[in-house]
């Protein structure tokens, strides 16, 4: 059976971190410890984000909707991930999807207090914070100005995806109208239906009305 420490080292922002600062954290900070049944939404798109939130163990289901109402995104998240760190700051700060357990989950919550109070005054935590804001940036970045060759559409597509979800890792469900999505990709219906059904030929996703399930981007 796992130690504290084993879990908590595994997360995150903890990476790195010797036993004996884990056990000073453990001291000062005050961790909360949930467990969810299957199919519960804890955090809707737009609350507050004023807490870390760590994913124990199980499943959760990330669900993005466009103002439009127009499509939404769903994409799996595992255990040992973090949940919108970049929403904790900024001039809003506040979750961009909604969350629903897939599974029954624990989760481990922090206070912002507690992170701009204690956590930041250790530098290896101060880095895994700095590393995980740099590197959705430079995800963000290179979906934008990624080389596409001209009018392929299967690179659209991806893009299309990328941009909405910045980590592309664990399957990914997009529920679109077919004409929706063309409009989404400059281009016809009928070509978007040929490309995504030869995608479903080479068994990469699965097609159903309004809906595309992608188990592994990056196979596409």
Known sequence: MQTMYQKIVQLPLFQGLSKETVTKIIEKVKLQFKSLPAQTTFINSGEPCNQLIFVLNG???????SPDKTFKIEQEILS?????????????PSYQATYT????????????YYIL??????????LNFFNILSSQT???TKAIWAPKPSNDLLDSFKTFIHLHLGNTSHSITLYIKMEDLAFQLNDTRLNVSKMLNKLKAKN?????RKIIHIPDFRLL
Do not use: M, Q, R, W
């Open 138 to 140: 430079h995800n963000y």
């Open 101 to 112: 357990t897939s599974t029954a989950c624990d989760l481990l919550i922090i206070d912002k």
């Open 80 to 92: 040992y991930s973090v949940i919108e760190p970049a929403s904790l700051f900024g001039l809003v």
């Open 117 to 126: 109070e204690e956590l930041t005054k250790h530098h290896i935590f101060k």
């Open 59 to 65: 499943a959760l289901v990330k669900k993005i909707e």
């Open 204 to 208: 990469k996703l699965a097609l159903k």
